[in-house]
């Protein structure tokens, strides 16, 4: 095949330039090495087609990237060969790209670059490098504003966004996604899918009073970022109070998906869902996220939803050394009512939080389920663990909420465990309690949750009502209080989860009408325990057996079983299994 391209007609000289694309008669992509007339025009790679007449072709601006891995992508037969559907713009193609790479690394600045791919509306391609961003376009407080453009961008996983000591002072929002018209099905088109690279923020200095955003999404259909790494320093909450606010705020969605993504040093949340305020789950935003496979580390805030936001879904996520893990609650501006409908949390850790892992207000419906929760309760110094905690502080708090669901938790203090607690300082394993002085949670649900070491197992507020507990195991700590029952709610019902002993005995022979005490060690009965189960299996021995009976009675660490000849004369039951079945009163 040959470079070179003869056309009839045609105007090559005002609609090509170096870089852009030629789709062939044989449907292959090549890129222009040279325009030399209207007729003529040469390519950078020969033609692998047949030669044609009058054959149908097309040019596009930029160049095809070819960053994306062949196996991702199996249409990519040769350079610069890719199926139109999957076509990804490089960033290098765009304007301004060749400057900023012929400059070194202490003066580029790819604000601009980044600016001109996302208004494109085209799908972009971010090969690795480091892309320092030093300046804003859209306005004093956003670097790249988008309205109306579909942005869906591919990163490689070494692709760097950097921010510098030189962003201007005042700039929000990095990637602010603003669309014309509020979300309707009208727009639903519109998209936004970020998969990759990094965005790293720990020399960022203090820009204003809020801090940074990352990025700043109002008003999509399901907007959805993966396999993104936001970095704002290991520090605690970066060690730079006010640098950089969250990774990534939304506004007024709906069904936002935030999966396999990392979020660190953040001062006040790695995500952060916006409602609208308005209390209906029917108008369509501000709702339906989902959160999977995220890692969150030294934030205030793992995640925040606030101002009405509704049903919200977190799986598998894990939480390390975070002020708070999951906080969905009320915020000044909002309204009065019910907030944060169908909030469902299940799976994942939490560890070392220094406030509450889960803290829910007004959220009906919600739930926590099978979730890892691993010390709690205290403040961090760098690295320093004070063990005296400010305030009393509950693993799961959930408070003015209806048919709330705590169940299958796993919550234990283990490197934070002990420490003598003080009046309304201590660390209960579960709260339920009221907003507004008197407004409770309603027909919550607390069952089969596992609970070690923590100072106090539950609270439930006078105020709450209809509460199950039921089937819980509470390990008391060797120091602290243990079940509170002076503040209960009403018509709480409390169920503790029957525990089984036995032990094999051959009993001597017992007197008419007298009694014999068989002993069962059981490690953590009390005295007021109920005994549910008993039974006596026989042995092979057993005149008189028949003229037995039995009773069993939970003392301190033990249940004894006290058998009674109720006949006149000697029975002998021989060697027998005792079984006894005893809930925790």
């Given amino acids: 095949g040959s470079t070179a391209v003869a056309g009839a007609n045609t105007l090559f000289v005002a609609n090509a330039e170096i870089g852009d694309t030629l789709v062939g008669a044989d449907g292959r992509s090549y890129s222009i090495a040279s325009v030399a007339t209207d007729a003529s025009l040469a390519l950078s790679t020969a033609y692998e087609g047949k030669t044609a007449f009058a054959a149908a072709y097309s040019i596009t601006r930029g160049a095809i990237s070819t960053n994306l891995p062949t196996e991702r992508y199996p249409e990519i037969a040769a350079p610069y060969s890719i199926s139109p559907a999957s076509r990804r713009w490089d960033l290098l193609s765009f304007a301004g790209a060749q400057a900023e790479n012929a400059k070194t690394s202490a003066t580029q600045s790819w604000g601009g670059v980044l600016n001109a791919a996302l208004l494109s509306g085209e799908k972009v391609a971010v090969p690795a490098g480091n892309y320092p961003l030093r300046e804003y376009a859209a306005s004093s407080t956003e670097m790249t504003l988008v309205t109306d453009q579909t942005v869906d961008v591919e990163c490689a996983a070494d692709a760097k966004f950097v921010g510098t000591v030189d962003l201007p002072t005042g700039v929000g929002q990095i990637i602010k996604v603003l669309p014309s018209s509020d979300l309707s099905p009208t727009n639903l088109n519109?998209?936004?899918?970020?998969?990759?690279?990094?965005?790293?923020?720990?020399?960022?200095?203090?820009?204003?009073?809020?801090?940074?955003?990352?990025?700043?999404?109002?008003?999509?259909?399901?907007?959805?970022?993966?396999?993104?790494?936001?970095?704002?320093?290991?520090?605690?909450?970066?060690?730079?109070?006010?640098?950089?606010?969250?990774?990534?705020?939304?506004?007024?969605?709906?069904?936002?998906?935030?999966?396999?993504?990392?979020?660190?040093?953040?001062?006040?949340?790695?995500?952060?869902?916006?409602?609208?305020?308005?209390?209906?789950?029917?108008?369509?935003?501000?709702?339906?996220?989902?959160?999977?496979?995220?890692?969150?580390?030294?934030?205030?805030?793992?995640?925040?939803?606030?101002?009405?936001?509704?049903?919200?879904?977190?799986?598998?996520?894990?939480?390390?050394?975070?002020?708070?893990?999951?906080?969905?609650?009320?915020?000044?501006?909002?309204?009065?009512?019910?907030?944060?409908?169908?909030?469902?949390?299940?799976?994942?850790?939490?560890?070392?939080?220094?406030s509450w892992p889960v803290y829910i207000e007004r959220g009906g419906s919600c739930s926590v389920k099978g979730v890892r929760i691993q010390d709690w309760g205290r403040q961090l110094d760098g690295d320093t663990v004070f063990t005296t905690a400010s305030s009393r502080i509950a693993t799961i708090d959930i408070r003015g909420a209806d048919n709330p669901v705590i169940k299958d938790n796993n919550i234990q203090q283990v490197d934070w465990a002990g420490g003598t607690p003080t009046s309304g300082n201590d660390q209960p394993a579960i709260q339920l309690f009221h907003y507004d002085s008197t407004d409770g949670c309603t027909h919550a649900v607390v069952k089969d949750n596992y609970i070690k070491d923590a100072q106090r197992e539950v609270i439930i507020s006078q105020y709450c009502s209809d509460t199950l507990y039921e089937d819980n195991i509470y390990i008391v700590p060797t120091a602290g209080s243990t079940f509170d029952t002076s503040d209960t709610g009403v018509r709480t019902v409390f169920r503790r989860p029957i525990e089984r002993f036995t032990k094999t005995e051959d009993p001597a022979s017992i007197a008419a009408d007298a009694t014999q005490t068989i002993a069962i060690t059981a490690t953590g009965v009390r005295a007021g325990d109920i005994v549910v189960e008993q039974s006596m299996s026989r042995g092979s021995t057993s005149t008189g057996v028949d003229q037995c009976t039995f009773e069993a009675y939970a003392g301190t660490d033990v249940v004894d079983i006290v058998i009674r000849n109720v006949s006149t004369t000697a029975a002998n039951i021989g060697n027998t299994v005792f079984a006894v079945g005893v809930r925790r009163a």
Avoid at 243 to 270: I, K, L, R, W
Wanted: charged share 20%.
């Fill in 190 to 354: 519109q998209t936004f899918s970020w998969k990759g690279g990094r965005f790293d923020f720990s020399a960022l200095n203090t820009p204003d009073t809020f801090g940074v955003s990352i990025f700043d999404i109002y008003k999509l259909f399901k907007p959805k970022l993966s396999e993104v790494r936001f970095y704002a320093g290991t520090g605690l909450y970066s060690d730079v109070w006010g640098a950089c606010d969250t990774g990534v705020t939304t506004h007024n969605c709906f069904g936002e998906t935030f999966q396999d993504n990392s979020f660190v040093g953040f001062y006040d949340s790695g995500i952060y869902l916006s409602g609208d305020k308005v209390l209906t789950a029917l108008n369509f935003v501000g709702q339906s996220a989902s959160l999977s496979r995220n890692l969150f580390y030294r934030c205030s805030n793992g995640t925040t939803a606030k101002r009405a936001y509704m049903n919200g879904t977190y799986t598998d996520n894990d939480f390390l050394e975070c002020g708070r893990c999951i906080a969905s609650g009320d915020t000044s501006d909002s309204p009065d009512g019910t907030h944060g409908n169908g909030m469902h949390i299940s799976g994942g850790s939490m560890q070392k939080t220094q």
